[in-house]
């Protein structure tokens, strides 16, 4: 669990219009007696995903997102993806989409068809953007496929959104 005042120094590593500076990734390390901060959210994150303590999972996201991420990362991500006990499905699909796996598939394409309460007021469906964008840059054929599915979708938006994605795989990188 993450103490009130670790809860300070990780919010403090958010970048914002009054406070460029991010914090102080140091102070959390030292807070944490360690110097491996990707190590650090991972495990933040996966107590966070245990307890569901979505204030937690937020934080554990702060600290992925300063010090860095890989791989290990992806069972708990695709374990938040659908859950309805937290506010940040958009990162999450963000960050399934920058690590651009064939295994994030599946959640991706969920990210399509389901809007969590929270986001329930956005027509735009920024998530099932956003879902979209990552399968697009996901490479392999169970991105194109979960693409070629969406083309049947009854939401217009969702059917233009994924065409443009299959057209620009379609065309492969730019010379």
């Not at 009130?4 to 219009?17: F, S």
């Not at 190590?39 to 245990?50: H, M, N, Q």
């Not at 937690?56 to 290990?72: H, I, K, N």
């Not at 695709?78 to 599946?106: F, Q, R």
């Amino acid at each position: 669990m993450v103490t009130p005042e670790a809860r300070k120094l990780i919010r403090a590593l958010v970048y914002t219009p009054k406070d460029r500076s991010g914090g102080d990734p140091q102070a959390v390390l030292d807070y944490f007696h360690t110097d491996d901060g990707a190590a650090l959210g991972l495990s933040l994150l996966g107590d966070a995903v245990e307890r569901k303590d979505a204030t937690e999972v937020s934080l554990a996201l702060t600290v992925c997102g300063r010090f860095g991420y890989d791989e290990q990362i992806m069972p708990l991500l695709i374990e938040l993806e659908p859950a309805d006990w937290h506010y940040v499905h958009e990162t999450i699909v963000s960050l399934l989409g920058k690590l651009k796996s064939p295994k994030a598939v599946d959640a991706l394409y969920h990210a399509t068809q389901w809007v969590p309460e929270h986001l329930d007021y956005d027509e735009s469906r920024a998530l099932a953007s956003k879902a979209i964008w990552a399968l697009g840059g996901t490479p392999g054929p169970e991105a194109t496929e979960a693409l070629t599915r969406l083309l049947d979708d009854r939401d217009e938006m969702l059917h233009e959104w994924a065409a443009a994605q299959l057209s620009k795989r379609s065309e492969g990188p730019s010379s």
